[in-house]
């Protein structure tokens, strides 16, 4: 379904301006590239991506979050990635022939803007900075992508979730004397459907984690990481 509202009109509050992909180009640019993007809203559990299809579109979450998973040959499901407000999948599916490797589904409902393979080639004709960005980008997912399929695949809930925060530490984190605060970028229940987890599994876990003096939750939308090091253990990125 076709949003209402027009990325040319109100850009400021929309994808376009959101998106450091695009954070080197000028308001009359980003202006003239909202023109061309299209907007549809999803709700949780909605498919964005099947995987085997075809990807014709730069796709850029615009409010919520999904996550990017395969089946594994035993039907399991992998999650690899997870999407929040501002992020954007499917551009290395723009230049070639090649057909998705993974699915997409909202955690939550989702608004997002697209911009077509052509629109996108036009783009990166015209802003050549824009297109060091977006390969930056890719080998930057290559390796978080590794990273993720190992933790997340086959660790404990504890490893999980110490991945996960750690993960938006490193992308959301600002540092403190105390500690990394990071505003999280999903809901609690955004995070459990990522992991795989019931909510109030999740919920033990922080609890856990904040009893041990590893975190320290500020808001339901904040959270100070006071010991990196053990959560890395957790993790097993210390192995």
């Known amino acids: 379904m076709k949003c209402s509202q027009d990325c040319r009109h109100c850009f400021r509050g929309l994808c376009i301006h959101r998106v450091p992909l695009f954070s080197s180009l000028s308001e009359e640019n980003l202006v003239q590239i909202a023109g061309l993007i299209q907007h549809k809203n999803y709700e949780k559990g909605d498919r964005l991506i099947s995987e ?10 615009n409010e919520g979050s999904v996550k990017a998973f395969r089946y594994t040959p035993a039907g399991r499901e992998q999650r690899s990635y997870l999407f929040s407000e501002g992020d954007f999948f499917g551009e290395q599916y723009l230049f070639s022939d090649l057909k998705a490797t993974y699915n997409v589904e909202a955690l939550e409902a989702v608004k997002i803007c697209m911009l077509t393979k052509t629109q996108l080639h036009k783009v990166l004709h015209t802003h050549p900075d824009v297109a060091i960005k977006l390969i930056s980008e890719l080998g930057k997912r290559i390796a978080q992508m590794e990273n ?48 795989g987890i019931a909510r109030e599994t999740l919920s033990r876990k922080l609890s856990k984690f904040e009893d041990e003096g590893l975190i320290r939750s500020i808001d339901l939308k904040t959270l100070l990481v006071r010991d990196s090091g053990t959560l890395g253990d957790l993790a097993g990125l210390s192995d």
């Open 52 to 61: 085997g299809t075809t990807m014709e579109s730069l796709i850029i979450i």
């Open 148 to 195: 993720t399929f190992q933790s997340l695949g086959i660790r404990n809930v504890d490893a999980r979730v110490a991945t996960l925060l750690l993960d938006f530490a490193s992308k959301y984190g600002e540092e403190s004397p105390e500690g990394t605060v990071i505003t999280l970028p999903i809901s609690r229940e955004g995070m459990a459907n990522f992991l």
